[in-house]
């Protein structure tokens, strides 16, 4: 599903009038989301699942193509962990 797909779904579930309201009101969600991972916080919603931000240590690993060993940054990286009533919706 698209982004554009998602703010018709959205704009049907919520009985919006117009298209400009429902994406006015998903990129306004996204955004909050977007913000609150960037200051490293975590958003937790009961039953749907929480994104956290996670530190991926550095690594070595090989070039495939030259076989030379490189080294990757540590870097801050977004994880999400299902609800468990969503994950048993979703395992139906």
């Known amino acids: 599903m698209t982004k554009q797909e ?11 009038s117009t298209k400009k309201e429902a994406k006015r009101l998903v990129d306004g969600f996204f955004s909050a989301l977007e913000e609150t991972l960037v200051k490293g916080e975590k958003i937790s919603v009961l039953g749907f699942g929480k994104f ?4 991926q240590s550095a690594r070595t690993y090989r070039n495939p193509k030259t076989r030379k060993k490189m080294q990757s940054l540590e870097k801050r990286v977004v994880k999400f ?8 919706k979703v395992a139906k």
């Open 52 to 55: 956290e931000v996670a530190i």
């Open 81 to 88: 962990r299902v609800g468990k009533s969503l994950a048993e």
């Open 6 to 16: 998602f703010i018709v779904l959205y704009q049907e579930k919520m009985e919006l």
